[in-house]
């Protein structure tokens, strides 16, 4: 619910200070905020880590996924600027193909990884991860070309656009505790399924609308979408969590996260590179869906769909299961 607060407030007050102040505004906003929460965090939240007998950190393990990461986004977004076959685009590649096997090679031989491979045997916590990150996909998708759309073929300010984008925010403000009031009840199974279905529903309407839509036909493809993504988001990393022991919900949590920002973040240089060669303008005909918008949705609604898929293997634990789990041990 916190979160989606921020996503309703950000889009109108954005918008806001885009137009009346310019855009280097949105990150001067932020520092005060991140400076509050920083102390806030500090005075407030009581630390239940407790370090362990023995503990040796994996620097080396942490330096070669680093460096793999920061290649694998590096090269492609060369390869989208530069060309596939760019000497920048191909080192950068290559040292993230080059990182790959040597990583596994170094948490296979040690004792504490900085990301524990068994867990990609998992198949519960495979599943929620690929749930999650089509979350994500999509909802950076939305943010980053539903604004294009808006302004370019719909012809609005930054204002309206914020306006536009705020009741998708809004309802899953709405929606957020009522995901989990259903994964409480049912596990994470029926939340996430609804959620995907709904989701994908909505991506296939965004990719159908036209330059002639109503902002009617808009918000409604925008609310669905929205209540789609929270009953997804959350459901889907408490499934990640519960699939994996106690003692690794940290590393679960922070490999979750991890996959799931990589995929975003290479979806959107693929995104990047199919509006720059598909979409020519407003078309024409303004009753036919816009070229660009209407194969990256389609995309993002393909992707969300194949989470059904790999549903059936999340974990379903409910307090009534959690309660004999305890009783058993």
Known sequence: MSTSMAS????SVGGFIVQYLGWQYIFFMNVPFAVLSGIAIFLLIESDWHKPPSFHFDYLGAFVLAAMIVSLIAGLQAGSEDGWGSPRAMIMLSTALVCLPLFKRIEQNCCEPVVELKMFTNLSFLSAVYCGSTHLIAIQGMQFI????LSTVKGFDAVKIGLMLMPQ???????????????????????????LVLRTAGLVFLGLLTPSSTNTTITLALLLDGIGAALVWSPSLNAAINSSPKEMASSATGL???????????????????????????????????????????????????????????EVRTPEDERVRLLHR
């Open 169 to 195: 925010a809004l309802i899953r403000l709405v929606v957020s505790p009522i995901a989990g009031m259903l994964e409480d009840r049912y596990g994470s199974r029926v939340p996430v399924a609804a959620g």
């Open 146 to 149: 539903m604004p294009i759309y």
């Open 8 to 11: 309703v407030l950000g889009p």
């Open 256 to 314: 979750f996260n991890m996959i799931r920002l990589i995929m975003a973040s290479t979806s959107m240089v693929l995104v990047g590179l199919a509006m720059d060669k598909l979409f020519t303008g407003v078309p024409e005909d303004i009753s036919a869906p816009v070229p660009g918008f209407f194969q990256v949705y389609m995309a993002f609604a393909i992707v969300t769909a194949l989470g059904l898929l790999t549903v059936r293997y999340l």
